[in-house]
């Protein structure tokens, strides 16, 4: 089930805010979690064990952890820590990774070794970082250790961002487990942002989504330089409103039920540096490798050397996270290698030169990343590359690319203009000048209405469209 679906708008989720807000408070966390458990069912019947299995893991681990440093036994305590972390990953790695190491020892040795064609558990990758950071963050003594283990459930399983972020460490939300306390202003807000995503994924994202389907597959003669440009920016579009846009929601929905989740996203193409687009982009990934990888490894406390190193390390990671196969590993390659010249000549340089100069090395760079990004086969996506620089034999332009920037200019400004900052600006400035409180709540209910009414009637004729991180 997707946040995006007509079955999770009309049933799920309204059957699941009726039962949480007419049970007792000391119940809530219990609906949410068998809630939780029902909505990963739908997609994933089977794997709801895995869950469960995390789950319960996890929460004997932390209980272990908190005991051996009460009673001072710091061996053990690692130990603990230790042994969470390998059941984790070796799940995360059997199940997600399994065939690439086969197909790849089966490359090079000209052995035949049959591939286990496991169904990715949906979510794997975002679940699995969340459950090693409790464990982490308590020998840290950076969170309590939580002895309810239906709490706990609802932390791992928290249906909102279960599926795809943003990832939410235990230590930003352990409080609220316990003492959260819903109001109708947070209610509100919550609908509010949810709408916001709903219209990213399916009015914008969707939307591009088809421009870029149609240029993917393109070959010479109908693919031509422009086509090749204009495919990888429908698809950086794409992958924003679609990942942005669930991210809005599932802080919607996050704030629906009480909860307060950090911030996913921050117009992350407005950016004058690939450093900059980091801070932006998926900002949870980006600050769970830096606190229990990059910092642990010494940061940049330590020499040149080392520092690089580190850069190296969790560039590689964050490429292999994001899914088995080589191409997501030479994106991580790529991204920290420009880290890297950034950090240590760029970027000084990059501070000096024009705005407008700086952002375009920018978007430059990051859609040369999501030409690699876009295509499991690395050799379609260098060969993708070599097209965007007419190294294939290309037409710089022709009708049929004239005809698809025409057919799609509007939606383009549109897009462009919705990635940007400005429309939020343009709103703060309106209801800043005419905004009283009754004005400004009448707007937000007109949005919120017409990007509803519109997003289901486009729904109704739609065909299914998952989350393209839902993969990861």
């Known amino acids: ?21 007419i049970a007792p408070r000391t119940f809530r966390n219990f609906i ?22 995390s789950t319960v893991v996890d929460y004997i681990h932390g209980r272990l952890v908190h005991r051996f440093k009460e009673e001072g036994k710091i061996g053990k305590a690692k130990c603990a820590v230790a042994s969470s972390m390998v059941i984790n990953l070796a799940l995360l790695g059997f199940f997600k990774y399994s065939d690439f190491i086969i197909g790849n020892i089966n490359g090079l040795t000209g052995s035949s070794i049959p591939l ?14 969340q459950t090693m950071s409790y464990t982490i963050d308590i020998y840290r003594g950076e969170a309590e250790v939580q002895k309810n283990i239906i709490s706990f459930g609802a932390y791992v399983a928290l249906f909102p961002q279960l599926i795809a972020g943003p990832i939410v460490q235990y230590k930003t939300i352990a409080k609220q487990l316990q003492e959260r306390r819903e109001s109708f202003d947070q209610f509100s807000y919550g609908v509010l942002r949810f709408m916001i995503g709903l219209g990213k994924k399916v009015l914008l994202a969707n939307s591009i989504g088809i421009l870029w389907d149609q240029l993917s597959v393109m070959t010479a003669p109908n693919l031509t330089v422009v086509g090749a440009w204009l495919g990888v920016t429908a698809f950086a579009f794409q992958i924003y409103f679609d990942f942005s846009g669930y991210s809005d929601m599932a802080i919607g929905l996050g704030s629906m039920f009480g909860f307060t989740f950090l911030e996913n996203f921050n117009y992350p193409y407005m950016s004058k540096s690939i450093t900059e687009f980091w801070r932006r982009w998926h900002i949870s990934l980006g ?18 050397g080392k520092q690089i190193r580190n850069i190296a390390v969790v560039w590689l990671l964050t490429g292999i996270w ?62 993708y590359i070599r097209s965007m620089f007419g190294l294939n034999g290309l037409a710089v332009i022709n009708t049929q690319t ?14 462009i203009f919705a990635c940007t900052e400005y429309p939020k600006r343009l709103a703060i400035k ?40 839902f993969r990861f």
């Open 322 to 383: 994001h899914g088995a196969s080589w191409n997501f590993i030479a994106w991580g390659v790529y991204f920290g290698v420009l880290l890297v010249i950034e950090k240590f000549y760029l970027l000084k340089w990059l501070k000096k030169l024009p705005a407008f100069v700086s952002h375009i090395y920018a978007i430059f760079f990051v859609w040369i990343g999501w030409a690699i990004f876009a295509f499991d086969d690395l050799g379609r996506g260098i060969d």
């Open 32 to 53: 949410l979690f068998i809630a939780s458990l029902v909505f990963y069912a739908w997609g994933e019947p089977i794997y709801v064990c895995l869950m469960i299995f």
């Open 116 to 129: 286990l064609n496991l169904a990715l558990p949906i979510g794997i990758s975002f679940y699995t970082f």
């Open 287 to 304: 600050s769970w490798f830096r606190d229990y990888v990059y910092i642990p490894l010494g940061g940049n406390r330590c020499g040149l």
């Open 1 to 21: 089930m997707v946040f995006s679906s007509l079955p999770f708008l009309f049933r799920y989720l309204p059957v699941v805010l009726l039962l949480y807000f």
């Open 402 to 415: 004239c005809y698809l920037l025409l057919n799609y200019a509007v939606i383009l400004v549109i897009i």
């Open 430 to 469: 309106l209801f800043g000048k005419y905004g009283e409180k009754q004005i400004t709540a009448w707007a937000q209910g007109v949005f919120i209405v017409a990007v509803f009414i519109i997003s289901v009637a486009y729904l109704v004729d739609a065909s299914y469209n998952p989350f393209l991180y």
